[in-house]
């Protein structure tokens, strides 16, 4: 029914290992285009929403139109936690169940169950973003974790048209990150109107395992409105989040 | 957690109440205490434990294991010793709590938590699992002399001395689900599970843990009872919002209120996914509180599946029986709960008022249903000393002031 082949494993698990923080289960659907997963949490305060084109797979094949198939994700992760160095991944979706097999001289092959769900067809959020930020995969990791022991607010706050700092801010602690686009912390940044905007932190922390495996993250919000963070991959894969504003 | 300074309490002997407490906890205990130590004859003391076992912390993975035991009072009355369901429903006062607890003898065992079986050959642990109270006898290494702890940690147990022999002399009354459960080998979290659903209650699976008497056969250990305490409140917990998963939520908004022993809940129960949201306010004078200038505020969030941003027994005690609560009418909501301690809150009992006035407050019924923002507002005010704004500063659940915005209303 479906079937794929990709060549670094480890992607895969970062991705889930993050998407797994934010939704127990879910469905993906597979076209000629590519592969895509768009889910709310049950709080709907994030929205996730993957996409892989078709090219960035080295074999990629889907019966008829399109096909769709649910996943539990606590399920998935366990198995792709085993994903190693130099292992390509093949999935491998039938009618019930789906197989996961890892492939470097040898081959482990798992099966888990297919969790039947209807596939919902959800609308991409509709925000006008006033600030736009590219960083380093490592630079925004770091940046959140000096915050995760302090913090359980991020703030965000475009100061000018070259500075964005990232606050956080807890009970009794507070800190920041700075970046800035002229001593290059930050790759490319667009301000349109220095708004600032807050946000859960504990979000960011689940994107952080997602980041890992990547090279870009752009960074996109605008006042009291949802952050938009793309987890960008090398391969032409893009991961992104969504988080709703704390309003105060 | 701050102490009483010593200095003032031997300047005061307990009559001019310089710590600001409505009574001397010191010398509450210590009256009881004096009475129940001159019950005993000799070094042994002779009655039927209700049954009541407390695994100590101090000094793991060697603890003190106490089996407490009223000097020569049987049945019911021993039993009424250990009974927080009851307390609640009667509105036991403090005084007469600590004058219960304080009024057993507490034979001490050293064990190490390795060692579980030791206990079970005692019938130490069986007895604890037993559903009435067993005839118990022990043989101590001195006379109880009442001694005085200045920490106020400690659950209120009365004078102790170290056990040279204990003896379980009648039979415990062991449930048959509780009989299955000692014997299986099987993972503690199951366990406890299947105890919850064949209705054996959650202060009994309490003390089986703690005793050692569930999990894997070799890996039994004995838990500190303030530990197995938490661990089976949040294990029930989980298996409740399981149940729970995919339920609808609640139409509108509930308002529950409780108050006893000093302390007040006021729970909100609104339409949403099930996010808990804990909110501790303490006045000055409490039990914790002596040397502080105002109110102190702990909160606490759990997300709908359960992941919290700190671990916290009181909020786990509470969260049970709202969770009990919603699973009984099979539908989920955003829950709020707010705990004001006043000072008449003077000694620390454990955690298990918590659980019963919440219980009790949800039983009640509702206060108000569906209340609009301005009378959620006056109701917090009425029944809560705290100020208002610092609530609705506080909370991003109640939806007054700061709040946390949905995905969809962007889409």
Sequence with gaps: ?248 | MPRIPPELCTRCKGYKLLCGLPRCPILDRFRVQIQAATLVKGNSVEGDSPPSVLVGEYGYPRVRVHYMIPPGERGDDAAYREAPGEWSRRREPLSRIIGLRSGMVSATIRARVQDPWRLYELEVSLAAASSRPVDSEAELARPPTPRLLFDGVSKPIGPSAPAVRVRVSSNPSIPRPVETAISDDELASRMTVELYRRGVDVYTIQRMLSLGLLGRLRRRRLVPTRWAITAVDDMVSRYLRERLRGAREVSRAEVYYGEYLGNRFLIVIKPGPGSFEWIEAWHPSGVWTRGAGGLIFWRLMEDPRGRATASDGGFSAARLPVLEHLASRGVVGDVVIIREILPSYYAPVGNWHIRETVRRALESGPVAVDPLEGELRDLISSKLTVPLREVESRSLLLGLGRRVARLTDFM
Aim: charged letters at 30%; zero cysteines.
């Design chain 1, 1 to 248: 029914m479906f079937r794929f082949r990709f060549a670094d494993a480890r992607i895969w698990r970062y991705m889930i290992a993050s998407i797994e923080k934010i939704l127990d289960e879910s469905v993906f659907l597979a076209t000629s285009e590519g592969l895509s997963l768009r889910a709310l949490d049950t709080s709907h305060v994030v929205m996730v929403d993957l996409f892989y084109p078709r090219d960035s797979f080295t074999e990629y094949e889907v019966e008829g139109d399109e096909a769709s198939f649910g996943v539990s994700f606590s399920l998935l992760s366990k198995v792709l936690r085993r994903a190693r160095k130099d292992d390509a991944l093949e999935l491998r979706v039938d009618e019930s169940s789906i197989e996961v097999s890892f492939i470097s001289r040898g081959v482990r092959r798992f099966r888990i169950p297919q969790i039947n769900l209807a596939l919902e067809r959800l609308p991409e959020p509709r925000i006008t973003y006033t600030v736009e930020a590219r960083l380093m995969s490592t630079t925004f990791r770091e940046a959140v974790k000096d915050l995760e022991p302090i913090a359980d607010t991020i703030t965000l706050q475009a100061v000018d048209e070259d500075i964005l700092v990232m606050r956080g801010e807890g009970d009794i602690a507070s800190g920041e990150a700075e970046f800035s686009l002229s001593r290059g912390s930050m790759v490319d940044y667009r301000v349109e109107s220095p708004d600032t905007s807050s946000y859960a932190l504990e979000y960011f922390s689940y994107m952080n395992q997602a980041a890992q495996a990547a090279e870009i993250v752009t960074v996109r919000y605008s006042a009291d409105a949802p952050v938009r963070v793309d987890v960008e991959y090398q391969d032409g894969g893009r991961l992104t989040f969504y988080v709703s504003p704390r309003i105060d």
